[in-house]
């Protein structure tokens, strides 16, 4: 019973509780999308080995279900992340703040998603993870290095929405467990 209840409280806590929702976790290689599913799946964290196929979790206790599909960010693994589209509700695309390299890569790819008409009502939520490590960039940095100046942002309150997809960024240190629960609270209100 207690599992139980840790997990209503962390999906309440994330704004997800009594809610239905497919949200694929989307990003490059090594960012962290398979330790934040893990992270929420069981609480553990654990090294992972690289996403080579497509995974989804499904969690459903009384009232929530909550599909996640991890579906990695290696070069051929971006090229299936169209296929599930239609499916989704909405997207959690995590950055990796310290590797600066590939910040541009990032932009490309985000860029891409932001472009498709498939996903022009569908929120994203941007998670500038491993913000724990001494060179990872700011959040004025990420905004910047993926073109998500504040004007193309929707706030990080509770925001009334009308023609507009919501778009917002949250720094996070996915390993220490801070910042993604307020992403998460941001991106519940529009599912």
Known sequence: ????????????????????????FLGLDNAGKTTLLHVLKNAHLKQPVPTFHPT???????????????????????????????????IVFIVDCYDRDRLPEAKRELDG???????AK???????????????????EIRVALGLHSSLTTGKGNVELKDIRPIEVFMCSIVNRQ???????WLGQYL
């Not at 309440?12 to 929702?21: P, T, V």
């Open 1 to 24: 019973m207690f599992i139980v209840d840790w997990f209503w409280g962390i999906l309440s806590f994330l704004g997800l509780a009594n809610k239905s929702a497919k949200i694929i």
């Open 56 to 90: 989804m979790e499904e969690l459903v206790i009384g009232k929530i279900n909550f599909n996640a599909y991890d579906l990695g960010g290696h070069e051929a693994a971006r090229r299936v992340w169209r296929d599930y589209f239609p499916l989704v509700n909405a």
């Open 113 to 119: 998603l932001l472009s498709n008409p498939a996903l």
């Open 122 to 140: 569908t929120p994203v939520l941007i998670l500038g993870n491993k913000i724990d490590l001494p060179r990872a960039c700011s959040e004025d």
């Open 179 to 185: 910042g993604y629960g307020e992403g998460f609270r």
